[in-house]
């Protein structure tokens, strides 16, 4: 459906009108009205990847990814309501489940995406049995820790070692429940691959896989991100890891 010539073509959000410009997706121009809508592996400086399924909206009656939805005049969408909440409780619960998040001795802690979405929904127990994976650390860059058992695999760090960087640092490997983040070096290990401190893709991770070394912890409690205001109101787009 097309907007009437000269009038600014808008979606009903919640009952809500916003405003959007051609080619944007429902997140994008959710974000940029400043309104929240759920999401992990949506970042606005990347094109969508549409793993995590937070962002899940109703779009006429129908279920689709608000990050890789385009936006288009007169769409009825939904996405605060009880039942789309209960079902992204759910998928956080199954990737708390999933990987080690131990978030009480994770530097992440406070400024994590993961965390801050599930205190947002509400979710207080993991509720699925855990799986306890033992992806071995990789310690080997002399600035950088990788922890691969807190990976949800939202490929924000290939997109940015590879887009911005243009290093293709990290890959994607593996099938089912055994895929996995790679190093793209001959070892496999971080140390051996060409990373800086300074690389986009080492300041990306929205939880707490690539961690700079000898700076944990370094934000009093109270004072980290999520401690600030919840994420729900801080729409201006995901700032990247202190
Ligand atoms: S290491 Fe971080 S940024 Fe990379 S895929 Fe895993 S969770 Fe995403
Ligand atoms: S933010 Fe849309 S699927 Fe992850």
């Known amino acids: 459906m097309r907007a009437a010539p000269g009038s600014p073509a808008t979606f009903s959000l919640d009952g809500q009108d916003v405003e959007f410009q051609a080619g944007e997706t429902l997140i994008e121009a959710a974000t940029r009205a400043g309104r929240y809508i759920p999401h992990l592996c949506w970042h ?99 600035d950088l820790l990788l922890d691969f058992n807190r990976c949800i ?15 293709s640092v990290f890959a994607i490997g593996g099938h089912g429940i055994h895929t996995h983040l790679l190093v793209n070096s001959d070892s496999g290990r971080l140390g051996d691959a060409d990373m800086a401190l300074g690389d986009r893709a080492a300041s990306i991770c929205p939880v707490g896989v690539i961690l700079p070394k000898r700076r944990g912890f370094a934000i009093p409690i109270g004072q980290r991100r999520f401690d600030q205001a919840p994420v729900s109101q801080q729409t201006q787009g995901d700032g990247d890891s202190p």
């Open 44 to 142: 606005p400086d990347f094109h969508p990847h549409g793993s995590c399924r937070l962002c899940t909206v109703k779009v006429n009656g129908r279920a689709g990814a608000a990050c890789t939805m385009q936006a288009a005049a007169g769409q009825e969408v939904q996405s605060d309501t009880a039942e789309l909440n209960a079902q992204r409780k759910t998928l956080l619960q199954m990737l708390f489940v999933e990987g080690n998040h131990f978030c009480p001795s994770c530097e992440k802690s406070g400024n994590c995406l993961l965390q801050a979405t599930a205190y947002q929904m509400g979710m207080e127990g993991p509720h699925f049995e855990q799986f306890y994976p033992n992806r071995p650390v990789d310690a080997s860059h002399p």
């Open 153 to 167: 695999l939202c490929e924000l760090c290939v997109r940015a070692s590879r887009d911005v960087d243009g290093k």
